[in-house]
């Protein structure tokens, strides 16, 4: 298994590309599965998530040509996948895939539209806490499916098809918002979402989508109108770029000091995490290219900051904050509203030596001058990455093991962070 070695003290300085985006990416690929006619998707990350879902649409008869990178095309451009979903041979996503992705949950969606039947596992459990499903099926029920459980599987069926129909989401979600909206497309009639998430990647999704020809409005805000078509064609599509590894570095940056580009990356899609880094002492500055993030002299502010859905201050960045956290100037405040027991990261961080608290839902953190290089582990992507920005700044040598979670989404993690300046490698096997 591989693992990241790090020595801590260097400061960040350059260029750092900004991938396409995961949470994106994964979507648009399922939602390539809603047409006969193929959907080329551009600048979707290397990413071993990436892989497998290409491995799960395989078992459903799905096929995905790469092309390979061209002359002239920059080593770190994402690749370009031709999905093909002309003929679905099998409409059951089996356990074994499902409970190692949970994301490929949502193939039940286009499933149904399209096929009219399904038979998808229950992902089940999960780190970062009990995460259901209880509101997809719902969404999926509003919209005429006939849903059972059987044997750990959800079995669902529309012989007539399915019918639009209004969802109104008692809490936000974008697995039910992503869901609800690929579903509808193909749906006879008008489908309205309300209290929709508004995260980009839902924008992004939807944006596709009307570019295979479905009739989408309001995504982005909470309410989000679909007016169903009988078929969707192919289309070309770019993944928008990746708003939490755009927020990860630019916390790596704080967290060391320096002053670093990070190319490609838009704003306006992490604002609210944008804020609290200039509120703990950073400049971000919007350029023509990007966002460029220094810290140069000035020690980190505390900060009190809750997760929230979008525009707030996604919980996709609370641990790496809360590394940032650990070196302030006084003592922070995190709270999760999003998942519960999303705070695995807290006692490795404790492994460097960094106080904190936990009280619930709240962490309190009380900033340390210093922190010492250790060994690590951690058992979620966000978690794994919250070690590394702390070994960044870390006193020593940190061995950051399980790096198959940092693999799920970031790609070349130690490549872009080596090439400002960081000591840090792979160790294979
Ligand atoms: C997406 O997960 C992301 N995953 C997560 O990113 C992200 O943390 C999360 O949204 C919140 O922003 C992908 O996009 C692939 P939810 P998702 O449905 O869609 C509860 C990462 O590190 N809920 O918005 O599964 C749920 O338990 C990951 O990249 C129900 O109760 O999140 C949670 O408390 C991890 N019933 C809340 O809603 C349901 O049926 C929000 O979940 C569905 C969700």
Redesign the pocket.
């Known amino acids: 298994m591989d693992r990241i070695r790090i020595v801590g003290g260097n400061q960040l300085n350059g260029v750092i590309p900004i991938s396409g985006a995961?949470?994106a990416a994964?979507?648009l690929m399922i939602a390539a599965l809603l047409t006969d006619e193929t959907l080329i998707l551009d600048n979707v990350p290397r990413l071993a998530d990436v892989a497998l879902l290409q491995r799960i649409l395989g078992n459903h008869g799905v096929d995905i040509m790469s092309a390979g990178k061209r002359p002239g095309d920059h080593e770190y451009q994402g690749q370009t996948l031709h999905i093909s979903a002309a003929n679905i041979i099998d409409t059951t996503a089996p356990y074994e895939l499902v409970s190692k992705m949970?994301?490929s949950f949502w193939v039940i969606a286009p499933l149904i539209a399209r096929c009219r039947e399904a038979k998808v596992s229950l992902p089940g459990g999960c780190a970062?806490?009990?995460?259901?499903?209880?509101?997809?099926?719902?969404a999926l029920d509003k919209l005429g499916a006939k849903l059972a459980i059987d044997a750990g599987y959800v079995v669902a069926s529309a012989p007539d098809g399915l019918t639009g129909a209004g969802i109104d989401f008692p809490?936000?979600?974008?697995?039910?918002t992503?869901v609800a909206m690929m579903a509808a497309s193909l749906a006879r009639g008008t489908t309205v979402i309300t209290n929709a998430?508004r995260?980009p990647?839902i924008a992004d999704v939807a944006d596709c989508l009307n570019k295979m020809g479905a009739r989408i409005s309001g995504a982005g805000t909470s309410r989000i109108v679909i007016e169903g078509v009988k078929k969707l064609h192919g289309a070309r599509h770019q993944v928008l770029p990746d708003r939490?590894e755009t927020g990860t570095y630019a916390m790596a940056v704080a967290m060391t000091g320096g002053d670093v580009l990070l190319t490609g990356a838009r704003p306006e899609l992490l604002q609210a995490a944008l804020d609290v880094l200039i509120e703990a002492g950073t400049t971000i500055t919007p350029t023509n290219e990007g966002i460029r993030v220094a810290r140069n002299g000035a020690g980190i502010s505390p900060v009190d900051v809750a997760t929230a859905?979008?525009p707030g201050f996604?919980?996709?960045l609370q641990a790496q904050l809360m590394a940032l956290m650990t070196r302030a100037k006084g003592t922070s405040h995190l709270t999760e509203t999003?998942?519960?027991n999303r705070f695995m990261h807290v006692q490795e961080l404790a492994r460097f030596g960094a106080r904190i608290q936990l009280d619930g839902e709240t962490a309190t953190i009380e900033g340390i001058d210093k922190l010492r290089g250790a060994p690590v582990m951690a058992t979620?992507?966000?978690a794994s990455v919250s070690l590394v920005i702390a070994a960044l700044a870390a006193e020593g040598e940190t061995m950051v093991n399980r790096v198959y979670h940092l693999d799920r989404?970031f790609e070349r993690l130690e490549d872009k962070l080596s090439a400002c300046g960081a000591t840090i490698e792979r160790i294979s096997g």
């Open positions: 995961k949470n994964l979507p949970r994301a970062i806490g009990t995460r259901p499903v209880d509101l997809l099926i719902m809490k936000v979600t974008v697995s039910g992503h998430a995260e990647e939490i859905p979008f996604p919980t996709d999003i998942f519960e979620d992507l966000r989404g």
